[in-house]
């Protein structure tokens, strides 16, 4: 009777929502045959958290366990990475963009935001260009990179690192790993995401950046775009974001965020968490 009588003051002491929600775990299969892993966590209006390049589902932790107090919280491991499975094909953009779609309708999901990282700002912005926006509510982009057009210097260099992955990936991936956050982050965490990206296969990993460096002209994306769209990225993005605004004008909100690393979600989740709860709560029910 006391520990029912204490439990029954906490929910009165924290109000509705605020204990933790019990996180949930499943899978989708494709129309090509591949079982895509997602977590979710919450009820009400869902939001579709997309990582990067090589990245885990639970990089997006923080998000879950606050904002699932207010939404349907769900957040996937893209083809081949994480728990999903590992196939030798349909690693292109416009091909994971399919399985996001299919999420979305296997799961049921209505007028979902769409949220992509790094990477899954490419990945979203096919989904617009192949499905539109009737069936979500908004797009929120987080430091993706998303040039005008195709810099040589840049695509020299990351075509070296992708040889260098292939010579010693442990150690470029580590370095990699640790450069995403300018804040410090426990080793243990570290570690861990280490051994997530360690599990996509190595000639994946460079077949996905080869693709992300052939796709430059977004405007067949930009041209469906009516609904609000955020950009949240850290000052190194600054470009991006100027071409953003030049492109879509009021239809895109910017969020700089200053002092944080590539993986701002993690570096400040407090600030993430509060900006795009503001956009989804300005966004029409």
Known sequence: MRFILILSLMCILTGPGAM???????FIKTAD??????????????????PGWTMPAWIWQKQ??????????????????????KPA?????????????????????????????????????SYVEQFG???ISGLVLVDGLIPANKNPKLVSLMQAWTVQLQQDRRKHADIFVRSMFNK??????????????????????????????????????????NHPMLFMYEPAMQVNADYL????????RLARFDGDGHALFVDDPIKFNRVLDQFVQSLPK
């Open 20 to 26: 933790a929600q019990t996180t949930q775990s499943g």
């Open 33 to 50: 045959g591949v079982h895509i892993h997602y977590i979710e966590a919450g009820q009400g209006r869902p939001l579709v958290f997309i």
């Open 64 to 85: 879950i366990d606050t904002l699932s107090k207010k939404y349907r919280v769900i957040a996937v491991d893209p083809r081949s990475q994480g728990e999903s499975d």
């Open 89 to 125: 094909y349909g690693h292109l953009p416009e091909s994971r963009a399919r399985d996001y779609k299919q999420l979305v309708d296997q799961l049921g999901l209505k007028q979902p935001v769409l949220i992509g990282w790094s990477m899954g700002c490419g990945e979203l912005l």
């Open 133 to 135: 926006e009737d069936n």
């Open 184 to 225: 410090p982050v426990p080793e243990k965490y570290l570690q861990k995401l280490m051994r997530s990206t360690m599990v996509v296969p190595t000639d994946t990993m460079v077949t996905l950046i080869d693709n992300m460096l052939a796709v430059t002209d977004f405007s067949k994306a930009f041209s469906r775009i």
């Open 245 to 252: 605004k030049a492109k879509l004008g009021d239809k895109v």
